[in-house]
Each structure stands twice: as C-alpha cells, then as structure tokens.
C-alpha cells in the first residue's frame, strides 16, 4: 500500500474528523473506559467545521496520511511547538503512518525554528511517542477528563544553550 503525507485542506475536514473519532473511540478505551461523560466531552469539538478551522488556522501546520485516496491519519502541530493532534484510523496503525506523521511534523518545527516539541500522550498511545523519543514528564488531566502523560522531544541537536542569543531576554529591565 502506498502511503502519502500531504498537508491538510478544508476539504480533507469530514474524513479527519473521522479519523479522530474513531481513534478516539475505538483505540483509547483504556483512557476513556467506555464512560459516556468523558467520551462526550473528549468528543464535543471533534466536528468537521472545528476541524477546518483548525487545518485553517495560520498558527497551526496540519497534515494529513492517505491510502488509496482515503485519509487514515491526521497530525497537527502549533507554533508555539505543540504537538496537537496525531490520530489514525484503527486499522491504519502499526504500518508507519504515525512514524510518517510525527518526522513530517518534526521537520517543520525544524524549518520554523521550534527547539524542542510538547505534547499530552493517552495512555493509549504512550509507547507510541516514546518510541519516537519523546521524554516522559508527568502526568496532566485533560479538559475531558482523561489522564494524559506530558511528553517533550528536543528536536534541534543544538540544543536549547544559554549562549543561543533566541533565547536572550527580550528586556534588561529584570538584569539587574
């Protein structure tokens, strides 16, 4: 099966928003635990509208993963280096879609400049992105409700040193 990872269009919405759902529903009982509340909440903005606005959005780099013409996986990463949403469709997973996303993403954090990554695993998906070298750094509860494992990932072999005049004060008002 081919697989492609193309950006993200208003037009790919309906299929993303399913492919978020049924991840959601399907691949993550073990943070959910089939509790109606919490799928409803977890559920509420997983709409086609939200979804274009969210591939829309100039502060977000949206992607999606395509076999056979269908999407099966979307990512999502921010600016501010968050690695948002990286969901694929049950029977897309354990074929590299997930790998492909994630290097897709993190190549364009590289071209913006972004450090290092953060995101809020599932349990579900914890060995997934640990896998891919994201760092472990405790645990956050969700708007929804789920407990989530805060992940970073430094993705510039440079690194984040002081002598890196980005990351110099913007102000001396505070040196004294």
Not at 24 to 40: F, G
Not at 92 to 106: D, P, Y
Not at 153 to 171: E, L, T
């Amino acid at each position: 099966m081919s697989l492609e990872i193309r950006i993200a269009t208003s037009t790919d919405a309906f299929e993303a928003c399913n492919v978020l759902r049924r991840s959601i529903v399907e691949c993550c009982s073990l943070d959910h635990r089939d509790d109606p509340a919490i799928l409803e909440a977890w559920l509420g903005n997983k709409t086609p509208q939200m979804v274009a606005c969210w591939f829309a959005s100039p502060t977000n780099f949206s992607l999606v993963a395509v076999e056979q013409g269908a999407v099966v996986g979307v990512g999502l990463l921010t600016r501010a280096g968050k690695l948002a949403l990286c969901y694929l469709l049950p029977e897309a997973q354990g074929r590299g879609a997930g790998k492909a996303l994630v290097e897709q993403l993190e190549a364009q954090a590289r071209e913006w400049g972004i450090k290092a990554l953060q995101l809020h695993s599932t349990a579900s998906s914890q060995a997934f992105f640990v896998k891919q070298g994201y760092v472990e750094a405790g645990n956050v509860r969700s708007p929804y409700g789920v407990e989530t494992i805060f992940c970073w990932k430094q993705i510039d072999p440079a690194g984040i040193s002081s002598g890196d005049p980005k990351r110099k004060r913007f102000c001396n008002c505070n040196s004294a």
